[in-house]
C-alpha cells in the first residue's frame, strides 16, 4: 500500500540554524500538507499545497517557513531561522480526494 | 470558527470493557469528520471517517463513529477494548477537498489488564 514519507525520522539543530525537513507523498496526490504538534498538544495545521502553490497557510506559518516541491516527488519544509518554541513533530500529508494520509512525521528538537 | 472539542483528555477502561470517545464539533455545514489514532512515537493512522450517507460509519481495527447533526458530534466506539487500542484518539473535521483538518486536543486511552 502506498504511503507518504519522511526524512530524517528526527533532526536536533541549534537555534538560529536553517533545517529543511522532506517528504514524499503518495505519488499520485494532489494536496499536500504540513502540521506538526507541539509535545502534548494537539495537531495544528501549518499550511497546505496544490498546483505548485501554498492553497492556506496559518498564522503560524509565518516569514521563517516556507515549502517547496522541488521535483516530481519531493516536498518540502524549510525554517529557516529555528526558535526554541519550533521543537516539535512535523506531519507531512497528503491526498487525492477528501481523505489525508499522514507520514511518521519528523521529530524537530531545536536546542 | 470551526473548532473540535473532545471533552475527555484522558480515559482507562478495562479490557474487554467496551469504549466511547467523544468529539464534538462547530462548523456551519456538513463537515467531513475523521477519527485518527497514534501510538506512542508513531503517525497519525485514519480509523474510519464520514462523508455523507449512513451515519454510522465503520473503520479499522473494530471500531464505528456515529455522526449526529443534531448534538454536533461524532463519537467514537468499541464494544471491546483490546490491550493494544492504548494509544491517543484524534477527532478531526475538515470542510472541502483539499482542505484543512482541524483537530481536536486528543484523548489518551489507557487500558487496564
Known amino acids: 500500500e502506498p504511503e507518504v514519507t519522511q526524512t530524517p525520522s528526527h533532526q536536533v539543530t541549534q537555534m538560529g540554524q536553517e533545517v529543511i525537513l522532506r517528504c514524499v507523498p503518495i505519488?499520485?496526490?494532489?494536496?499536500f500538507y504540513w502540521y506538526r504538534q507541539i509535545l502534548g498538544q494537539k495537531v495544528e495545521f501549518l499550511v497546505s499545497?496544490?498546483?505548485?502553490?501554498?492553497?492556506?497557510k496559518s498564522e503560524i506559518f509565518d516569514d521563517q517557513f516556507s515549502v517547496e516541491r522541488p521535483d516530481g516527488s519531493n516536498f518540502t519544509l524549510k525554517i529557516r531561522s529555528t526558535k526554541l518554541e519550533d521543537s516539535a513533530m512535523y506531519f507531512c500529508?497528503?491526498?487525492?480526494?477528501?481523505?489525508?494520509?499522514f507520514g511518521p512525521g519528523t521529530r524537530l528538537t531545536v536546542t | 470558527a470551526q473548532s473540535v472539542t473532545q471533552p475527555d483528555i484522558h480515559i482507562t477502561v478495562s479490557e474487554g470493557a467496551s469504549l466511547e470517545l467523544r468529539c464534538n464539533y462547530s462548523?456551519?455545514?456538513?463537515?467531513?469528520l475523521f477519527w485518527y489514532v497514534q501510538s506512542p512515537g508513531q503517525g497519525l493512522q485514519l480509523l474510519l471517517k464520514?462523508?455523507?450517507?449512513?451515519?454510522l460509519v465503520q473503520g479499522i481495527k473494530g471500531f464505528e463513529a456515529e455522526f449526529k447533526r443534531s448534538q454536533s458530534s461524532f463519537n467514537l466506539r468499541k464494544p471491546s477494548v483490546h490491550w493494544s487500542d492504548a494509544a491517543e484518539y484524534f477527532c478531526?473535521?475538515?470542510?472541502?477537498?483539499?482542505?484543512?483538518?482541524?483537530f481536536g486536543q486528543g484523548t489518551e486511552l489507557s487500558v487496564k489488564p
Open positions: 505519488s499520485n496526490h494532489l494536496y
Open positions: 462548523y456551519g455545514a456538513t463537515p467531513y
Open positions: 478531526a473535521v475538515g470542510h472541502r477537498e483539499g482542505g484543512k483538518l482541524i
Open positions: 500529508a497528503s491526498n487525492l480526494g477528501l481523505e489525508q494520509y
Open positions: 464520514y462523508f455523507s450517507g449512513d451515519t
Open positions: 499545497f496544490y498546483n505548485n502553490e501554498i492553497s492556506e
